[in-house]
């Protein structure tokens, strides 16, 4: 009987654990493009792809991108999990140091993408099955090689795919946008708090992108951070549903073949 108990018992733990558990690392990367060069895709613990950190979940490059003529260099450092925590009732990325320097000297517009993504997340459900989308942007935007910063604008937008897709943006689907934020701005702060409408479902994946539009002759050095966390309310109540009172079902039972036993006896 006690190893039945023992057996039950851990089962019961493995079954508690699996709701709760996150899951495995994921596909954590971010893309780096302009209108006028090719992505460059950088990939969490993957030094070839430019990734200087060997930390999981935390990816540090400085790449540099755009046509001859023009400088377009991005110091960037981004976190997800396990660096941060997929908790039951949380999950997010954060692009924590992004500092571009950007001159465009093409006589066109310029376009730059900052896009960041994993795969994996998992959350414990209420009921309803309520969930919602925190976007946060801040921003310092600063002269530039002795340029005046002139002629862009910026935004910072989040997308949750429930496809679990890698930069996952489905259509019709709530996002975070911040912005856009003008010239006539050099401090930038902004923040969106949103239910999720769509079906949702584990896992999903979170993709960030921070977008700078550049006019012609338009130059700028921005020190930027950008986070999305994804929550669930009401997630505790689930989770004693599912882990501890079936644990103590059993233990329950346990006791009463033992005073069952005492009796016989």
């Known amino acids: 009987m006690n ?29 780096f493009s302009a209108t006028s060069s090719a992505n460059q895709t950088v990939t969490d613990n993957n030094v070839p792809s430019g990734d200087t950190n060997p930390a999981l979940g935390l990816i540090q490059a400085t790449v540099s991108i755009g046509p001859a003529g023009s400088q377009f260099t991005d110091a960037f450092t981004g976190s997800s999990k396990p660096f941060i925590p997929n908790t039951p009732t949380d999950g997010g990325t954060d692009q924590s140091h992004v500092v571009v320097d950007a001159k465009n000297l093409t006589g ?45 604008s910026i935004t910072f937008q989040s997308w949750v795919d429930a496809s679990n897709t890698a930069f996952g943006k489905p259509a019709g689907a709530t996002t975070g946008l911040q912005g856009p934020f003008t010239t006539s701005a050099s401090l930038l702060a902004g923040s969106d708090l949103a239910k999720f409408v769509g079906p949702m479902s584990n896992p999903f994946s979170i993709t960030s992108e921070m977008t700078i539009t550049l006019k012609a ?10 986070s999305t966390t994804v929550s669930t309310p009401e997630p505790s109540t689930l989770v004693a549903l599912l882990t501890g009172i079936p644990l103590l079902g059993i233990c329950g ?13």
């Open 3 to 31: 190893k039945l108990f023992k057996i039950l018992c851990a089962l019961a733990l493995m079954c508690g654990l699996a709701v709760v558990s996150t899951s495995a690392h994921g596909a954590f990367q971010v893309t």
């Open 108 to 152: 066109s517009t310029e376009v730059l993408h900052v896009t960041m993504t994993d795969t994996g997340f998992h959350l414990v459900f209420g009921t309803p099955p309520d969930v919602f989308l925190e976007s946060v942007f801040s921003g310092n935007v600063s002269n530039v090689a002795g340029h005046p910063s002139s002629g862009y």
């Open 217 to 226: 002759g338009g130059a700028i050095r921005l020190s930027a951070d950008g």
């Open 253 to 265: 039972w346990r006791r009463r073949r033992q005073t069952s036993g005492l009796v016989v006896a």
